[in-house]
């Protein structure tokens, strides 16, 4: 991967820390946290040159405050090294008043984890730390010769 590269995928993270801090600090001033229900879990197995991986999402209904209609969230793909849940497990559930069916689990990990990862890797980014892990593959070479 060259420099210029690099300083673009370090200015792209940099936006990206920027944005999903401010999304955490907006979930974690304004948010309402209830209990919610987990309906379903779906697992995946996938593998690839480095291995196995055994992943879970959930489906969990909740009701936000002030309301008796349930509403259901589905979280992202995530390990089961970190959580295992299992259909009626009870989790903690965060969204905005304003918008009560955007909601997310709530975890101090996840909301500060991925803002402080890309900004790490913003700075490596522009400081030109960057490198792929692959070899480069010429695919075209002119000599002057």
Not at 127 to 138: A, I, K
């Amino acid at each position: 991967m060259g420099r210029g590269w690099s300083i673009i995928i370090g200015i792209g993270c940099l936006l990206g820390s920027v944005y999903t801090a401010k999304q955490s600090l907006e979930f974690r001033r304004h948010g309402e946290v209830v209990v919610g229900t987990v309906l379903s879990v779906d697992s995946q197995l996938t593998s690839d040159e480095d291995g196995f991986d055994y992943s879970e999402r959930t489906l969990v209904q909740y009701i936000p405050k002030g309301s008796s209609e349930p509403l259901t969230m589905r979280t992202l793909w995530a390990s089961a090294w970190l959580s295992s849940n299992k259909p009626g497990n009870s989790v903690r559930v965060r969204y905005l008043p304003s918008a009560p069916h955007e909601a997310r689990e709530d975890s101090l990990l996840l909301d500060w984890g991925a803002p402080l990862a890309l900004a790490f890797l913003g700075v490596g980014g522009l400081t030109g730390t960057l490198r792929s892990s692959q070899p480069d593959t010429v695919w075209w070479r002119r000599s002057g010769d």
